[in-house]
Nanobody
Framework: VQLQASGGGSVQAGGSLRLSCAAS????????VGWFRQAPGKEREFVAT????????DYADSVKGRFTVSRDNAKNAGYLQMNSLKPEDTAVYYC????????????????WGQGTQVTVSS
């Protein structure tokens, strides 16, 4: 499966963005989707994940209550709705997919999109 993340941009603190992860391939509905981010000088970190049918989600503590992960298998797409953005959310955001596994560790994902920049100003 090939992934392409989009929807990043520059917003002020308190604003919102919706990231999309477009997937190619007929079996996308069988993959878990994860969102990760990497700020300059920092390691890539887990943000959120959703299982193959959307029935299970998990979030990093830093984004709980502000971010919502979702998917539309009919459209071969995953989404990350980001509300109440903070300057510390500034990073390149990546979507990833894995058929068996997934979860909170980046090493569990075999397929990655190219990343989209999110910049939050104070």
């Amino acid at each position: 499966v090939q992934l392409q993340a989009s929807g990043g941009g520059s917003v002020q603190a308190g604003g919102s963005l919706r990231l999309s992860c477009a997937a190619s391939g007929r079996s996308f509905s069988r993959y878990s989707v994860g969102w990760f981010r990497q700020a300059p000088g920092k390691e890539r970190e887990f943000v959120a994940t959703i299982n193959w049918n959307g029935g299970s989600t998990d979030y990093a503590d830093s984004v709980k209550g502000r971010f919502t992960v979702s998917r539309d298998n009919a459209k071969n797409a995953g989404y990350l709705q980001m509300n109440s953005l903070k300057p510390e959310d500034t990073a390149v955001y990546y979507c990833a997919a894995q058929r068996i596994g997934g979860g909170v560790y980046s090493t569990s994902y075999g397929y990655w999109g190219q990343g989209t920049q999110v910049t939050v100003s104070s």
